[in-house]
């Protein structure tokens, strides 16, 4: 079973890989930006998964996207695979210090203070003038391994760096869930003091949580920096965190696949709303976010097994 | 010395203004256990509406005084309005859910209230500075200060005062009370907590419209004013613990006075300082300078 569903994760990223220069361009950019937040949801759904929702995965995403502008404006570091492991690295740091705070808490409070971590960042970024301020800043080209695609082949590029570098979290991530740690996070939030009596520091484990989610969503914030080729602290703020949750709720944190379903289903409807209805999108994320706690609170993944569910009860 | 009295009359206001923010967020947090989230649209909607009234009313040349008190009727009347909408139509169904379920249900009601906000009063900002004016000023040394400022740290102080009075020596405050401690004994005990429920988001409600309205004159009225408020909101109440009264006005002097340091001292710390007072005291204090002590469950 579990072959299989990497077989079949390992076949849907080849052929997302090999359509692609079939694709309209426009799709293209929309599945590099969707795939790049995959891996920030890929990042919540491990936390989720613990029973904390972190609202502010902004904070490691934006350390990550100016971490890849930074390297192209002060440093002579182009290679895109070189600085997206540096951005990874960089949040990964800071998660860890954040997480000396954040993992003493559980539910709201976990929720709000990753929030305020995020804040923080969003205030520095605004105020200082040297890393763009308001405005924020260009992002270098970068080279692929001395490669330096021009145009539409430097968006496929960018695709393809994208498709690679979630094929391989994706599979450490369910490499991950089916480890040790990974499966104690439905313990912890089922209830975390039994999980202390078994000898397990909860907290620490919930820290080493925090640092993986917050790689993860190093490299997507890096991923998109390089896709958009711009930062702005918007990134760092406390709304990108809220969609980032949107994604995770609205696809469950049943599978790892349900990340890259999700978020590409999530970027199509915000491009096509932005199109027909501008001005209601956020009333459309409401109405949509708010239908899908009510009525289906394990998220779009749920159906999924629910069908298989009823097929195998039948 | 001219510095130093600056920076604690501009972090008095400061306070004064968060803890008016604050207040009604702290209350329904710590009756309802819910984070509120649409605590920021209560702020908007009651900042937009005194706009309006005082559009409606200093536009016909009517006087002053009676303006000011306009305004604030009418946001507190949106308030309720929007918290019944709210709080029948929506919380209702998920009393009893995961608080963090809760808290984005609210997020979700938020994000839609915001585009209901652009919907009814449109992409431009509004301005209602004409209580600011009417209210004049009075010169303290060198210093200038706005009388409507002084009125707002007064407001503030009254609004302290009387919370804590009507939670110790009144009925409901009693009632309060009870259920803040045992929800399930409060209730076997025959106190309607429903009900109990439902006034509490009333006024915390209508605390947080008229947050918006007493703002209004200050500030210019634009979209995007109610996430700024929900965050800085949480941080007063964080700070002095959530669910307490007392905490949410130590809170806002801390913050407010922090704040007003960094105007005056280094401006490019403004937002900063903020969140680092935050962080520094939930070091020491995890669950902020007033909370009280949760059992474990087992």
Same mark, same amino acid.
Request: glycine share 8%.
């Given at each position: 079973m579990r072959r299989g569903s990497y077989l079949i994760g390992a076949l849907a990223f080849i052929v997302a890989a090999? &359509?692609? #220069? $079939?694709?309209?361009? $426009?799709l293209v950019s929309l599945a590099t930006i969707a795939f790049a937040n995959a891996l920030v949801v890929l990042g919540l759904i491990i936390l989720w998964r613990t029973g904390l929702v972190p609202f502010g995965q902004a904070l490691f995403y934006a350390v990550g996207a100016y971490t890849v502008a930074l390297l +192209? *404006? @002060?440093? #002579? /570091? *182009? =290679? !895109?695979?070189? !600085? %997206? /492991? !540096? +951005?990874? %690295?960089?949040a990964g740091i800071i998660a860890w210090l954040v997480g000396f705070l954040l993992a003493r808490y559980r539910e709201i409070f976990f929720a709000m203070l990753s929030l305020a971590m995020s804040m923080i960042l969003y205030g520095i970024l605004v105020k200082t003038e040297t890393l763009g301020s308001t405005d924020g800043f260009h992002v270098e080209a970068g080279t692929f391994l001395g490669f330096r695609p021009d145009g539409q082949e430097r968006n496929l590029a960018i695709y393809w760096l994208v498709l690679g570098f979630s094929a391989v979290l994706a599979f450490l991530v369910s490499l991950y869930f089916s480890s040790v740690a990974g499966a104690l996070g439905n313990p912890i939030r089922d209830n975390e003091i039994r999980v202390e009596f078994l000898g397990i520091s909860v907290d620490r484990l919930i820290h080493l949580k925090l640092v993986i989610s917050g790689v993860l969503a190093g490299v997507g914030g890096a991923l998109a920096a390089l896709a958009v080729q711009h930062v702005d602290p918007a990134m760092a703020y406390w709304t990108t965190s809220g969609g980032f949750v949107f994604v995770t709720i609205l696809a469950g944190a049943g599978s790892v696949a349900a990340a890259f379903v999700g978020s590409l289903v999530f970027e199509l409807v915000r491009s096509l709303a932005v199109d027909f209805v501008p +001005?209601? $999108?956020?009333? &459309?994320?409401g109405t949509v976010l708010l239908l899908t706690i009510l009525f289906l609170p394990d998220g779009l993944g749920s159906l999924v097994s629910r069908l298989r569910g009823n097929k195998a009860a039948s | 010395m001219l510095t130093a009295f600056a920076i604690v009359t501009d972090g008095l206001v400061y306070a004064a203004y968060l803890f008016l923010v604050a207040v009604g967020l702290t209350l329904i947090f710590g009756v309802m256990k819910i984070l509120n989230v649409t605590h920021g649209s209560f702020y908007a909607f009651g900042a937009y509406g005194a706009a309006t009234a005082a559009g409606i009313w200093f536009d016909r040349g009517l006087p002053d005084a009676g303006g000011f008190l306009f305004m604030v009727l009418m946001a507190m009347a949106i308030g309720l309005v929007l918290g019944m909408v709210l709080e029948r139509g &929506?919380? *209702?169904?998920? @009393?009893?859910? =995961?608080?963090v379920v809760v808290v984005l249900v609210t997020y979700a009601a938020f994000l839609i209230l915001e585009d209901v906000i652009t919907f009814i009063w449109g992409p431009r900002s509004y301005a209602a500075y004409q209580p600011m004016v009417a209210a004049g000023s009075i010169d303290v040394g060198e210093l200038t200060l706005s009388n409507y400022d002084i009125g707002l740290v007064v407001l503030a102080a009254a609004v302290a005062i009387i919370g804590r009075w009507a939670l110790k020596y009144t009925r409901y405050g009693r009632l309060l009370t009870v259920v803040i401690f045992d929800r399930e004994t409060a209730a076997a005990y025959g106190i309607n907590v429903k009900l109990v429920y439902t006034v509490t988001f009333l006024i915390g409600a209508m605390l947080g419209a008229l947050g918006g309205a007493l703002m209004a004159p200050k500030i210019s009225v634009t979209l995007g004013i109610g996430v700024e408020v929900i965050v800085l909101a949480f941080a007063v109440v964080a700070i002095g613990g959530m669910g307490s009264v007392e905490g949410a006005l130590i809170g806002a002097l801390i913050v407010g006075l922090a704040r007003a340091a960094a105007v005056h001292i280094a401006p490019q710390l403004e937002l900063f300082v903020i969140y680092a007072v935050m962080a520094l005291v939930l070091g020491f204090r995890p669950y902020g300078l007033f909370s009280q002590i949760q059992p474990r469950k087992i």
């Open positions: 090999a &359509i692609a #220069p $079939w694709l309209p361009p $426009w +192209g *404006r @002060y440093t #002579p /570091i *182009r =290679d !895109v695979f070189v !600085v %997206v /492991i !540096v +951005g990874a %690295v960089f +001005g209601e $999108w956020q009333m &459309i994320l | &929506i919380l *209702r169904l998920v @009393y009893g859910r =995961d608080e």
